[in-house]
């Protein structure tokens, strides 16, 4: 049955196996590199202060962090400081572990009243959005009053695969337990959809639909009816409201069926208006593939007419990946993630982002949600956007996109950038010209948010340097209220 809707919602078969097979190419490829170091393998000049600075007439007339309320910073800079000294981040990394894990009562924030109070005080607070729809406009009305466009919103619930996962466990899954898992899948994230405005984003896990979910992507299977039917319904809500949809990408094990799911969807919805999506995949610049990948989309793209949805980010599950996958240094990323975004931005192919076989000497149009806390790269976008502005160039639908709670320094330089834009500007003009910036924060229980968390924690220990220069922006900006100087 599930073969026939399949067929029958015109998923195209060829075009399926013909992706599966370049993955199956790219893996083999892969595996014939050695063992290599963590992305995060950094020498010490990599990390030193930015050294290309904005053009004059870009640059800031006071400090980005100026923007924050005081309560904001200065909690930023506590869970900033923590997260920057090893000594005190790899016993909260155990705690924080044990919490989002633990069966126990006790150790449940849903359960227990002060373990719950704690956490939605510090951690939840800086990082989620909140627990309720009044909690949820308050905080999305804070960022907004901060000079942000909007959101990406995400609902907490999320299935995130350990090291070593035995996904067989995924197979024997009942009829009833994998409706009822993608019901509430279905239900969470039409309410997210409902909690945003116009314009903005949501953000979904495929996995979140249960066992089966994985089962299947595992094997890189069509997904089943439920599956189907459910993810329609929630891509016509968001077309409905004018809300685009990210696709996240999760573990290299889930990602070919992950890919071919949201192409897929993409095939249905981004029809509409040339170089607008409502459907957007996720790429991780930190894996060796994605140029070649991101080429490979285009070209579909590009052939079955409709437009590629991209949010290129440089990864977030360094810990669960196999080595050999990733680039072997962090320059190697950079470069990689840099490379991918001036083309697309640009419309035109490079050294980094090599145009297919099948595709033609342009990059398509394309829709692409920027999302990086690396002050270089944003940087770089901006230039590249301000000379096409100024030349009178055609530009992609773009956005930035930063996690509430990190990287506040360069998520509040473009909003003050797009605030000194803002003068003697139309609405029309403002929106086309100046950095559209959106906070990416999940909403739900403090319990259900632990697994976010956690992933947050960990990404700060594997950029641990990053979060250090984000500390010395926000004890600066701290010094400088308290001292008035």
């Known amino acids: 049955m599930a073969k026939s809707l399949w067929a029958v919602n015109g998923f195209k078969q060829s075009s399926y196996l013909t992706f599966a097979l370049s993955r199956v190419y790219c893996r083999t490829l892969h595996s014939t590199y050695r063992q290599r170091e963590a992305v995060t393998a950094t020498t010490p000049t990599q990390h030193r202060a930015v050294t290309s600075p904005l053009p004059l ?108 996962h035995d996904l067989s466990k995924c197979e024997d899954v009942d009829d009833a337990e994998s409706k009822a898992d993608v019901q509430a899948w279905k239900e969470g994230n039409l309410k997210t959809i409902d909690l945003t405005q116009s314009g903005e984003f949501v953000g979904m896990k495929f996995t979140g639909a249960g066992r089966h979910a994985i089962h299947l992507l595992s094997r890189e299977q069509p997904p089943g009816d439920s599956i189907e039917e459910a993810t329609r319904q929630i891509c016509d809500f968001a077309k409905a409201r004018n809300v685009r949809l990210l696709f996240d990408a999760e573990q290299s094990v889930l990602q070919p069926g992950i890919d071919a799911w949201t192409l897929h969807f993409q095939r249905l919805y981004n029809n509409q208006v040339p170089g607008k999506a409502i459907v957007y995949g996720t790429y991780q610049a930190y894996l060796r593939s994605v140029p070649a990948l991101v080429a490979t989309h285009l070209a579909i793209a590009q052939k079955e007419g409709f437009t590629l949805g991209v949010k290129l980010v440089r990864g977030a599950y360094l810990n669960s990946e196999p080595r050999h996958l990733i680039w072997s240094t962090q320059e190697d990323t950079d470069n990689a993630y840099d490379g991918t975004a001036e083309a697309l931005i640009k419309r035109r192919y490079n050294e980094v982002l090599k145009p297919s076989e099948q595709t033609s000497s342009n990059v398509p149009n394309v829709s692409l949600v920027l999302a990086s806390h690396n002050h270089k790269s944003v940087r770089k976008a901006m230039r590249i956007r301000k000379a096409q502005t100024e030349k009178g160039e055609e530009k992609i639908d773009m956005v930035y996109g930063q996690l509430m709670g990190m990287a506040d320094e360069v998520s509040c330089e473009l909003a003050l950038a797009a605030k000194q834009q803002d003068g003697g500007s139309t609405e029309v003009q403002r929106r086309s010209e100046d950095p559209q910036v959106f906070k990416y924060l999940v909403w739900g229980s403090v319990g259900e948010c632990m697994k976010y968390l956690l992933r947050r924690a960990e990404e700060n220990r594997d950029a641990v340097l990053r979060a250090r220069e984000s500390q010395s922006a926000l004890k600066e900006e701290l010094r400088r209220r308290i001292l008035g100087s």
């Open 57 to 164: 007439h870009q640059q800031p007339s006071k400090p980005p962090l100026s923007l924050l309320p005081f309560k904001t910073l200065f909690r930023s800079y506590l869970i900033n400081s923590l997260s920057s000294t090893p000594l005190l981040l790899a016993p909260s990394l155990r705690i924080m572990t044990v919490l989002a894990h633990s069966q126990s009562p006790i150790l449940s924030p849903d359960r227990n009243p002060i373990l719950r109070f704690l956490l939605k005080k510090t951690f939840y607070a800086n990082y989620c959005a909140g627990e309720t729809r009044s909690e949820i406009q308050k905080t999305v009305c804070a960022l907004k009053e901060i000079g942000f466009r909007g959101v990406i919103l995400t609902y907490a619930k999320e299935i995130v695969l350990q090291k070593g």
